[in-house]
């Protein structure tokens, strides 16, 4: 028997994707459609999402199937995002995948969309499985966990406020740069001099403890506040024009230098020296960058491809896989949860 063909529907935010997947990586279809519509309010607004996602589906479904040369009826199993992220964006695929597996009779897999930002990077690179440290961050998780193998998971850390990606696209509102705020942000950064301003590193401190509660922990609120505070004192100088790029470098390398002490914090705690990069903040070249230093030679970073690493299809297609060989079927009663808790995540004991 071949490798399943699956199909991996992802409506979670502001990208409609879809991807066909022979096997573990063969992507022979994988359309990602980036919503424009959300621009002018320099944030996602969710009726918009879902509006567009409704619009769009049925055409980047049919144009990845299309870039396939399949057949919708040759698929093996259909593979959907339930969650987490915004409730009628999440609808609008986990409404598509249901209809599509009822009328082609094919089993549904529904996918949590922090578990396929894991597996984005096993799709380009067959070495990047468990075991593994893993650093989830997209602009609605901070997720600092240890995997033991697929499916087993321990959560090690998480943000206590705002997610990471969430704090670059606050603070690159602030700035007066466009959205999504991460890429502007990395991009400005290059300009500037990220010594020119000193940002605080919330959660690290000199007398911290692999026993305190905030050992592995995130927080970027207050790193969010202190740049607001920044920004609003060159603006009343009237030099923001000139040190935006400083401001952008500077909030950048603090983000970096956090997630970075945190990640090590957990490769020192596993003694597990195989870091996975996921989710949109993975992305940047600084983190990845650092993250390899301070890994230094006798450790491996595992990330995707930008294209990757930010939201689509082919991730979710690739943990549909798993989810598949694993027996999980959704029933056709499923729904939708914003709030969905992460599968086989256990806490770690203090
Ligand atoms: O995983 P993702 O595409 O969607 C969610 O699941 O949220 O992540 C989106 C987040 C946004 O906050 C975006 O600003 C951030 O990832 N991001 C970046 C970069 N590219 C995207 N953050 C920092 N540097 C980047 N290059
Ligand atoms: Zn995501």
Same mark, same amino acid.
């Given at each position: 028997m071949s490798a399943p063909l699956l199909l991996g529907i992802e409506t979670s935010c502001d990208e409609t994707s879809a991807a066909v997947l022979r096997? @573990?990586? @063969?992507?022979l279809g994988h359309v990602i459609l980036s919503q424009d519509v959300h621009e002018v309010y320099g944030g996602v607004v969710p009726e918009l999402a879902a509006r567009a996602h409704l619009q769009r589906i049925d055409e980047v479904v049919a144009a990845a199937l299309d870039q396939a040369g399949t &057949?919708?009826?040759?698929?093996d199993a259909i593979a959907v995002t339930? $969650?987490?992220?915004l409730i009628g964006a999440l609808l609008v695929g986990v409404s598509w995948a249901k209809a599509a597996a009822f009328a082609l009779d094919r089993p549904l897999i529904a996918v949590h969309h922090m578990e396929a930002h894991l597996f984005g990077p096993a799709l380009e690179n067959p +070495?990047?499985?468990?075991?593994f440290v893993a650093l989830l961050v997209s602009g609605g998780h901070t997720l600092l966990l240890h995997a033991s193998e697929w499916g087993r998971y321990q959560l090690l850390g998480e943000t206590r406020d705002d997610a990471a990606g969430e704090a670059f696209d606050k603070v690159a509102k602030m700035l007066g740069?466009?959205?999504?705020g991460g890429p502007a942000i990395e991009r400005a950064a290059l300009e $500037?001099?990220? +010594?020119h301003f000193n940002l605080p590193r919330p959660? #690290? &401190?000199?007398?911290? $403890?692999?026993?305190? +509660? +905030?050992?592995?922990d995130f927080s970027f609120s207050g790193l969010k506040t202190a740049v607001a505070t920044l920004v609003r004192t060159l603006d009343r100088a009237g030099t923001l024009d000139r040190e935006r790029n400083h401001v952008a470098a500077a909030f950048q390398e603090a983000a970096v230098d956090v997630l970075a002490i945190k990640t090590m914090r957990a490769v020192d705690h596993t003694g597990c020296r195989r870091v996975l990069l996921g989710g949109? #903040?993975?992305?940047n070249r600084r983190l990845r960058e650092e993250i390899a230093v301070r890994l230094g030679s006798d450790g491996d970073v595992l990330r995707a491809s930008p294209r990757l690493s930010l939201d689509n299809g082919a991730m979710v297609a690739r943990a549909g896989l798993f989810r598949l060989q694993r027996g999980d079927r959704a029933e056709l009663d499923l729904s939708a949860d914003a709030s969905l808790p992460f599968p086989g995540l256990i806490r770690r004991r203090r």
């Amino acid at each position: 028997m071949s490798a399943p063909l699956l199909l991996g529907i992802e409506t979670s935010c502001d990208e409609t994707s879809a991807a066909v997947l022979r096997g @573990e990586s @063969e992507l022979l279809g994988h359309v990602i459609l980036s919503q424009d519509v959300h621009e002018v309010y320099g944030g996602v607004v969710p009726e918009l999402a879902a509006r567009a996602h409704l619009q769009r589906i049925d055409e980047v479904v049919a144009a990845a199937l299309d870039q396939a040369g399949t &057949r919708i009826t040759d698929l093996d199993a259909i593979a959907v995002t339930s $969650g987490p992220g915004l409730i009628g964006a999440l609808l609008v695929g986990v409404s598509w995948a249901k209809a599509a597996a009822f009328a082609l009779d094919r089993p549904l897999i529904a996918v949590h969309h922090m578990e396929a930002h894991l597996f984005g990077p096993a799709l380009e690179n067959p +070495d990047a499985h468990p075991p593994f440290v893993a650093l989830l961050v997209s602009g609605g998780h901070t997720l600092l966990l240890h995997a033991s193998e697929w499916g087993r998971y321990q959560l090690l850390g998480e943000t206590r406020d705002d997610a990471a990606g969430e704090a670059f696209d606050k603070v690159a509102k602030m700035l007066g740069l466009p959205y999504p705020g991460g890429p502007a942000i990395e991009r400005a950064a290059l300009e $500037g001099k990220a +010594d020119h301003f000193n940002l605080p590193r919330p959660m #690290v &401190r000199g007398n911290q $403890g692999p026993d305190d +509660d +905030d050992w592995f922990d995130f927080s970027f609120s207050g790193l969010k506040t202190a740049v607001a505070t920044l920004v609003r004192t060159l603006d009343r100088a009237g030099t923001l024009d000139r040190e935006r790029n400083h401001v952008a470098a500077a909030f950048q390398e603090a983000a970096v230098d956090v997630l970075a002490i945190k990640t090590m914090r957990a490769v020192d705690h596993t003694g597990c020296r195989r870091v996975l990069l996921g989710g949109g #903040v993975s992305a940047n070249r600084r983190l990845r960058e650092e993250i390899a230093v301070r890994l230094g030679s006798d450790g491996d970073v595992l990330r995707a491809s930008p294209r990757l690493s930010l939201d689509n299809g082919a991730m979710v297609a690739r943990a549909g896989l798993f989810r598949l060989q694993r027996g999980d079927r959704a029933e056709l009663d499923l729904s939708a949860d914003a709030s969905l808790p992460f599968p086989g995540l256990i806490r770690r004991r203090r």
